[in-house]
Protein backbone atom coordinates (compact mmCIF):
# COMPACT_ATOMS: atom_id res chain seq x y z
CA UNK A 1 0.00 0.00 0.00
CA UNK A 2 1.63 3.26 -0.63
CA UNK A 3 2.61 5.60 2.06
CA UNK A 4 1.27 2.33 4.51
CA UNK A 5 2.51 2.79 7.78
CA UNK A 6 5.01 0.75 9.53
CA UNK A 7 5.48 0.05 12.89
CA UNK A 8 8.39 2.11 14.84
CA UNK A 9 9.86 -1.14 15.80
CA UNK A 10 10.13 -2.63 12.18
CA UNK A 11 11.43 0.66 11.31
CA UNK A 12 13.71 0.58 13.70
CA UNK A 13 14.49 -3.28 13.01
CA UNK A 14 15.03 -2.48 9.29
CA UNK A 15 17.37 0.36 9.71
CA UNK A 16 19.65 -1.52 12.11
CA UNK A 17 19.44 -4.75 9.17
CA UNK A 18 20.62 -1.94 6.22
CA UNK A 19 23.24 -1.12 8.33
CA UNK A 20 24.18 -4.61 9.65
CA UNK A 21 24.19 -5.28 5.54
CA UNK A 22 26.38 -2.09 4.72
CA UNK A 23 29.32 -3.76 7.35
CA UNK A 24 29.19 -6.86 6.31
CA UNK A 25 29.66 -5.91 2.45
CA UNK A 26 32.84 -3.94 3.81
CA UNK A 27 34.20 -6.76 5.55
CA UNK A 28 32.95 -8.92 2.60
CA UNK A 29 35.52 -6.42 0.42
CA UNK A 30 38.06 -6.17 2.46
CA UNK A 31 38.66 -9.91 3.09
CA UNK A 32 38.84 -10.41 -0.37
CA UNK A 33 40.71 -7.78 -0.92
CA UNK A 34 43.28 -8.71 0.82
CA UNK A 35 43.34 -12.12 -0.20
CA UNK A 36 45.00 -10.90 -3.69
CA UNK A 37 46.97 -8.54 -1.80
CA UNK A 38 47.65 -9.29 2.01
CA UNK A 39 49.44 -5.95 2.50
CA UNK A 40 46.80 -3.82 0.53
CA UNK A 41 45.47 -0.41 2.17
CA UNK A 42 42.84 0.79 0.11
CA UNK A 43 40.33 -1.30 2.02
CA UNK A 44 41.45 -2.14 5.17
CA UNK A 45 40.50 -4.57 7.43
CA UNK A 46 38.59 -4.02 11.08
CA UNK A 47 42.58 -4.13 12.67
CA UNK A 48 44.17 -1.39 10.54
CA UNK A 49 41.26 0.89 10.53
CA UNK A 50 41.56 0.30 14.89
CA UNK A 51 45.38 1.72 13.91
CA UNK A 52 44.11 4.06 12.05
CA UNK A 53 41.33 5.47 14.77
CA UNK A 54 44.42 5.25 17.46
CA UNK A 55 46.80 7.72 15.35
CA UNK A 56 43.45 10.10 15.03
CA UNK A 57 43.16 9.97 19.10
CA UNK A 58 46.56 10.08 19.76
CA UNK A 59 48.80 12.91 20.21
CA UNK A 60 51.70 13.35 17.42
CA UNK A 61 55.01 12.24 18.15
CA UNK A 62 56.69 15.52 16.39
CA UNK A 63 53.79 18.46 17.12
CA UNK A 64 52.23 16.76 20.34
CA UNK A 65 48.60 17.50 18.20
CA UNK A 66 45.50 14.97 18.34
CA UNK A 67 44.33 15.02 14.91
CA UNK A 68 41.04 14.34 15.81
CA UNK A 69 40.43 16.97 18.18
CA UNK A 70 42.25 19.72 16.13
CA UNK A 71 40.20 18.69 12.57
CA UNK A 72 36.74 18.17 14.32
CA UNK A 73 37.22 21.68 16.03
CA UNK A 74 38.02 23.89 12.76
CA UNK A 75 35.32 22.27 10.71
CA UNK A 76 32.81 22.28 13.00
CA UNK A 77 33.26 25.62 13.92
CA UNK A 78 33.66 26.66 10.11
CA UNK A 79 30.58 24.30 9.05
CA UNK A 80 28.55 25.82 11.80
CA UNK A 81 29.46 29.80 11.23
CA UNK A 82 29.03 29.52 7.72
CA UNK A 83 25.77 27.83 7.62
CA UNK A 84 24.33 30.00 10.13
CA UNK A 85 25.11 32.79 8.18
CA UNK A 86 23.96 31.65 4.91
CA UNK A 87 20.86 30.33 7.00
CA UNK A 88 20.16 33.93 8.48
CA UNK A 89 20.73 35.71 5.34
CA UNK A 90 18.66 33.19 3.19
CA UNK A 91 15.98 33.46 5.52
CA UNK A 92 15.77 37.07 5.40
CA UNK A 93 16.11 37.53 1.66
CA UNK A 94 13.70 35.38 0.98
CA UNK A 95 11.12 36.20 3.43
CA UNK A 96 11.14 39.87 1.67
CA UNK A 97 11.47 38.72 -1.59
CA UNK A 98 7.85 36.69 -1.11
CA UNK A 99 6.32 39.35 1.25
CA UNK A 100 7.20 42.45 -1.09
CA UNK A 101 6.94 43.19 -4.84
CA UNK A 102 9.74 45.15 -5.17
CA UNK A 103 11.97 43.32 -3.01
CA UNK A 104 11.61 40.35 -5.27
CA UNK A 105 12.16 42.73 -8.49
CA UNK A 106 15.24 44.04 -7.04
CA UNK A 107 16.86 40.82 -5.81
CA UNK A 108 14.86 38.27 -7.68
CA UNK A 109 17.32 38.11 -10.56
CA UNK A 110 20.57 38.19 -8.72
CA UNK A 111 19.54 35.59 -6.21
CA UNK A 112 18.96 33.54 -9.38
CA UNK A 113 22.18 34.28 -10.96
CA UNK A 114 24.07 33.32 -8.04
CA UNK A 115 22.11 30.35 -7.20
CA UNK A 116 23.17 29.03 -10.38
CA UNK A 117 27.51 29.22 -9.95
CA UNK A 118 29.02 26.30 -8.00
CA UNK A 119 30.98 27.96 -5.19
CA UNK A 120 33.74 25.51 -5.84
CA UNK A 121 34.37 26.86 -9.22
CA UNK A 122 34.53 30.47 -7.33
CA UNK A 123 37.70 29.29 -4.97
CA UNK A 124 39.85 31.45 -6.21
CA UNK A 125 37.73 34.23 -6.06
CA UNK A 126 37.12 33.94 -2.28
CA UNK A 127 40.88 33.51 -1.86
CA UNK A 128 41.62 36.95 -3.39
CA UNK A 129 38.50 38.16 -1.44
CA UNK A 130 38.82 37.03 2.20
CA UNK A 131 42.38 35.14 1.93
CA UNK A 132 42.68 31.70 3.37
CA UNK A 133 41.83 32.20 6.56
CA UNK A 134 38.47 31.14 8.18
CA UNK A 135 36.60 34.10 6.73
CA UNK A 136 36.91 32.09 3.57
CA UNK A 137 35.19 29.03 4.42
CA UNK A 138 32.44 30.78 6.04
CA UNK A 139 32.10 32.93 2.92
CA UNK A 140 32.27 30.26 0.67
CA UNK A 141 29.56 28.07 2.51
CA UNK A 142 27.17 31.12 3.26
CA UNK A 143 27.10 31.61 -0.44
CA UNK A 144 26.46 28.67 -1.46
CA UNK A 145 23.73 28.37 0.75
CA UNK A 146 22.13 31.84 0.76
CA UNK A 147 20.85 32.23 -2.72
CA UNK A 148 19.38 28.37 -2.98
CA UNK A 149 17.60 28.92 0.85
CA UNK A 150 16.10 32.22 0.24
CA UNK A 151 14.75 30.73 -3.30
CA UNK A 152 13.20 27.63 -0.89
CA UNK A 153 12.14 30.45 1.37
CA UNK A 154 10.64 32.71 -1.36
CA UNK A 155 8.76 29.72 -3.16
CA UNK A 156 7.09 28.78 0.94
CA UNK A 157 6.33 32.66 1.31
CA UNK A 158 4.51 32.33 -2.22
CA UNK A 159 2.10 29.19 -0.84
CA UNK A 160 0.86 30.90 2.09
CA UNK A 161 -2.79 31.38 1.77
CA UNK A 162 -4.13 34.96 0.96
CA UNK A 163 -7.43 34.51 3.35
CA UNK A 164 -4.75 34.47 6.14
CA UNK A 165 -3.50 37.78 5.14
CA UNK A 166 -6.56 39.33 4.69
CA UNK A 167 -8.18 38.13 7.92
CA UNK A 168 -4.56 39.37 10.22
CA UNK A 169 -5.39 42.72 8.12
CA UNK A 170 -8.92 42.52 9.11
CA UNK A 171 -8.30 42.14 12.84
CA UNK A 172 -5.68 45.14 12.61
CA UNK A 173 -2.74 43.59 12.49
CA UNK A 174 0.31 45.51 11.35
CA UNK A 175 2.68 44.22 8.11
CA UNK A 176 5.47 42.85 10.67
CA UNK A 177 2.72 41.07 12.72
CA UNK A 178 1.41 39.86 9.46
CA UNK A 179 4.95 38.72 8.68
CA UNK A 180 5.89 37.45 11.92
CA UNK A 181 2.73 36.12 13.36
CA UNK A 182 1.62 34.89 10.13
CA UNK A 183 3.91 34.39 7.44
CA UNK A 184 6.91 33.00 9.42
CA UNK A 185 4.78 30.68 11.64
CA UNK A 186 3.52 29.33 8.34
CA UNK A 187 6.43 28.48 6.46
CA UNK A 188 9.13 27.52 9.83
CA UNK A 189 8.68 23.76 8.43
CA UNK A 190 9.36 24.10 5.33
CA UNK A 191 12.28 26.69 6.09
CA UNK A 192 13.88 23.37 8.70
CA UNK A 193 13.35 21.32 5.63
CA UNK A 194 15.04 23.21 3.16
CA UNK A 195 17.92 23.84 6.36
CA UNK A 196 18.25 20.06 6.13
CA UNK A 197 18.88 19.57 2.68
CA UNK A 198 21.66 22.59 3.19
CA UNK A 199 23.59 20.31 5.23
CA UNK A 200 24.88 18.04 2.61
CA UNK A 201 25.88 20.66 0.05
CA UNK A 202 27.43 22.48 2.97
CA UNK A 203 29.52 20.10 4.33
CA UNK A 204 31.17 19.93 0.63
CA UNK A 205 31.62 23.16 -0.37
CA UNK A 206 33.65 23.46 3.28
CA UNK A 207 35.77 19.94 2.44
CA UNK A 208 36.48 21.00 -0.96
CA UNK A 209 38.20 24.25 0.25
CA UNK A 210 39.98 22.80 3.16
CA UNK A 211 41.51 20.41 0.79
CA UNK A 212 42.53 23.01 -1.60
CA UNK A 213 44.13 25.49 1.18
CA UNK A 214 43.63 23.96 4.67
CA UNK A 215 45.98 23.78 7.00
CA UNK A 216 44.17 21.86 9.72
CA UNK A 217 40.30 20.19 9.36
CA UNK A 218 39.00 16.97 8.05
CA UNK A 219 39.51 17.78 4.32
CA UNK A 220 42.92 18.83 4.68
CA UNK A 221 43.66 15.63 7.04
CA UNK A 222 42.08 13.47 4.34
CA UNK A 223 43.88 15.20 1.08
CA UNK A 224 47.04 14.12 3.12
CA UNK A 225 46.28 10.77 4.33
CA UNK A 226 44.65 9.79 0.91
CA UNK A 227 48.01 10.73 -0.66
CA UNK A 228 49.66 8.60 1.44
CA UNK A 229 47.30 5.74 0.71
CA UNK A 230 46.53 5.78 4.18
CA UNK A 231 42.84 4.63 3.98
CA UNK A 232 42.62 3.38 7.57
CA UNK A 233 42.50 7.36 8.66
CA UNK A 234 40.50 8.05 5.03
CA UNK A 235 37.41 6.18 6.34
CA UNK A 236 37.11 7.03 9.66
CA UNK A 237 37.00 10.54 9.03
CA UNK A 238 34.68 10.10 6.14
CA UNK A 239 32.36 7.90 8.83
CA UNK A 240 33.10 11.00 11.07
CA UNK A 241 31.74 13.43 8.85
CA UNK A 242 28.51 10.97 7.95
CA UNK A 243 27.83 11.23 11.66
CA UNK A 244 28.74 14.99 12.21
CA UNK A 245 25.90 15.27 9.27
CA UNK A 246 23.63 12.80 10.10
CA UNK A 247 23.55 14.66 14.06
CA UNK A 248 22.80 17.91 12.40
CA UNK A 249 20.23 16.63 10.68
CA UNK A 250 18.65 15.11 13.47
CA UNK A 251 18.74 18.30 15.79
CA UNK A 252 17.25 20.01 12.97
CA UNK A 253 14.63 17.34 12.87
CA UNK A 254 13.58 17.02 15.93
CA UNK A 255 13.32 21.26 16.61
CA UNK A 256 10.71 20.71 13.64
CA UNK A 257 9.02 17.93 15.92
CA UNK A 258 9.67 20.61 18.90
CA UNK A 259 8.14 23.86 17.16
CA UNK A 260 5.91 22.44 14.55
CA UNK A 261 3.89 19.64 15.92
CA UNK A 262 1.00 20.72 13.80
CA UNK A 263 3.40 19.58 10.63
CA UNK A 264 4.25 16.45 11.67
CA UNK A 265 1.26 15.25 13.32
CA UNK A 266 -0.83 16.41 9.91
CA UNK A 267 1.58 13.79 7.80
CA UNK A 268 4.44 15.65 6.56
CA UNK A 269 7.11 13.84 8.61
Given amino acids: MIRGRLGHRKAMAFSVISVV ?36 ISPHPRTGEVWLFEDSLATGYRLFCG ?26 PPVKLFAKIPPTAALAVFFVVTGTENQMYLAMIAFGVLPVLAQSVYLAVREVPQELIDKSYTLGASNLEVVWCVIVRFILPKLLDAIRLQIGPAMVYLIAAEMVFGH ?54
Fill in 216 to 269: VGFGYRIRLQQKLLNMSVVYPYLALLAIFGFMMDYVVSLMQRLFCGWYVQGGKR
Fill in 83 to 108: LSWGVLGGFVIGVLMGCFRIVEAVLG
Fill in 21 to 56: VLLLLYTWLSIRQHQINPSDTTIPDWGQLCDGVKQM
